[in-house]
């Protein structure tokens, strides 16, 4: 089995740990990964988007075409980028104006948006192509005992109407606390588990507003589960859940601290990664539970 | 009810712009005008959650009472966190957040987008990446990954590429990166 692999800018240059477990879990369960040499941005919401939406899915699409040109399907970890490219297959498969004009720009470039590929987020790739059999059988470390928040990630639940891959009811997700469990974690739902992280375009706009919502979101988990650690399928989730706490500690907000890991970190230690190597870069601790795993 | 000492400010609908919403429809918020304001956008948005003036549905009212200025002062579309909440709920397919993006459409070609917008779109252009960070070298050189990641940034002919797409779009008349060479394509 072989697929590309879409990166995504968070992931190369703010979370190169995240890439690096990516890099280590998908030949670890027999897929074969493809650089898709020469990707770029997705490109995400604050840019082309906003400006020219023809722009916006010719960037999008050129990026497909080199996965479509190497015969592969694309992975992602990141749920901006997966919304971003799932959103612009969708609108070149139903608009056969938009995606002439998207073909002419790309034609001066030298390539064409077949349909012959798609976006797949890595939650989804795992949980259908992999299976969570599989992966119960090839860990190396449980997780028996840990008690795990979740955060599914926004743009991998909505729109569920473009999506290739969703769940079965996008307002109860279950499929990362599937996940969790068949590592050995519990993973219950709490109230605010559908509430949004705050990263993103409001983080950039008003930090400030942005803390109110992963403030908010944090003493939930805390208040109802007190879970060992958050898990999420979103590269931006991690980044906000992560770095926030130490802001919201020296801020007097909270006085706790809850690791945090991308699904695909988590994963990766339980397959055997060193945990420097996959979530080396972690603002708020994590190092010591991840030791501690290993140890079982 | 106002407090002693506090103000409110009266918005003049006979002022708003006519055709605003016929805008928005040509910039992509083509459903706008099936919106009846039901408000279940507004109650899964995170801007009306973190307290932003302008959430979904105050978007669309102002829009639909032509109140063009009012949203181009104000911040809150550029916080909206695209996470289609709204245009998975909405029971009229109106598709906020597509309104959204056309509302920044009309705002950048307005010259009214925040300074962060701006970095952003500089760095889809120079690098590919609309987030980059020159820095990220030595962190991933330590993790055992190349300096450079396998995409536009260690790869000069397929920045090349992206570079010429976007010069071929309406961004290139913002004055954010170098003109088109073919003139203006428009959107």
């Known amino acids: 089995m072989k697929v590309g692999f879409f990166i995504g800018c968070n992931i190369a240059f703010n979370r190169p740990d995240l890439e690096q477990a990516v890099r280590y879990t998908f030949p670890a369960l027999g897929v074969e990964l493809d650089d898709l040499e020469g990707q770029s941005c997705c490109p995400t ?30 992975i992602t970890a990141c749920s901006t980028c997966y919304g971003s490219l799932a959103k612009t297959a969708h ?42 059999e599989k992966i119960k059988a090839s860990i190396k470390h449980g997780l028996e005992r840990l008690s795990v928040a979740i955060q599914p990630g926004c743009l991998s639940l909505w729109p569920s109407e473009i999506q290739p891959e969703k769940e079965a009811d996008v307002f ?26 705050g990263m ?43 770095t926030a706490q130490e802001f919201l500690q020296n801020k007097g907000k909270i006085n706790f601290a809850i690791p945090v890991l991308h ?20 603002r ?5 539970l991840l030791n501690k795993i290993r140890e079982g | 009810m106002l407090r002693s000492g506090e103000t409110f400010e009266i918005i003049n609908l006979s002022k708003g712009e006519a055709g605003f919403a016929e805008e928005i429809k040509k910039m992509g918020g083509e459903r706008i005008l099936e919106c009846i304001q039901c408000g279940k956008c507004a109650a899964t948005c995170p801007l009306a959650l973190a307290g932003f003036p302008f959430f979904n549905k105050r978007v669309i009212h102002a829009i639909l009472n032509g109140l063009k200025e009012v949203l181009l002062n104000d911040i809150s579309i550029w916080a909206c966190q695209s996470c289609n909440r709204c245009t998975e709920t909405c029971p009229r397919r109106v598709d906020p957040f597509e309104i959204m993006m056309a509302m920044r459409r009309v705002a950048v070609r307005k010259y009214a987008l925040p300074a962060t917008a ?19 070298g030595e962190p991933r050189k330590k993790l055992g990954l190349p300096e450079k990641p396998p995409t536009t940034v260690a790869d000069p002919e397929a ?29």
């Open chain 1, 172 to 197: 109860h997700p279950k499929i990362l606390r599937e996940l969790c469990e068949v590592l050995g974690a519990s993973a219950p739902p709490y109230s605010r588990i559908l509430d949004c992280c």
């Open chain 2, 118 to 136: 701006i970095k952003g779109i500089k760095s889809l252009y120079d690098v590919g990446h609309a987030v980059y960070l020159s820095e990220a």
């Open chain 1, 91 to 132: 609108k070149l498969q139903t608009h056969r104006e938009t995606r002439n004009r998207v073909n002419r720009l790309l034609k001066s470039i030298g390539k064409e948006y077949r349909g012959t590929s798609r976006i797949r987020h890595v939650v989804y790739y795992l949980y259908h192509e992999i299976g969570p």
């Open chain 2, 159 to 187: 920045l090349a590429e992206v570079q010429s797409i976007l010069r071929k779009t309406s961004l290139a008349t913002l004055g954010i990166i170098p003109m088109g060479e073919f003139g203006i394509f428009g959107i």
């Open chain 1, 45 to 74: 919401w604050g840019t082309m988007p906003s400006i020219d939406p023809v722009g916006w899915y010719a960037v999008g699409a050129r990026n497909l075409a080199i996965a479509e040109e190497k015969r592969v399907e694309m």
């Open chain 1, 200 to 242: 993103g375009g409001m983080r950039s706009t008003d930090m400030e507003k942005s803390f109110i919502l992963v403030e908010r979101k944090l003493v939930t988990m805390k208040k109802e589960l007190n879970p060992d650690l958050i898990v999420t399928g979103c590269s931006s989730c991690l980044i906000q859940l992560d």
């Open chain 1, 263 to 282: 699904y695909v970190q988590l994963l990766a230690v339980c397959l055997g990664a060193e945990p420097q190597q996959v979530a080396g870069l972690a």
């Open chain 1, 284 to 288: 708020t601790p994590v190092l010591h």
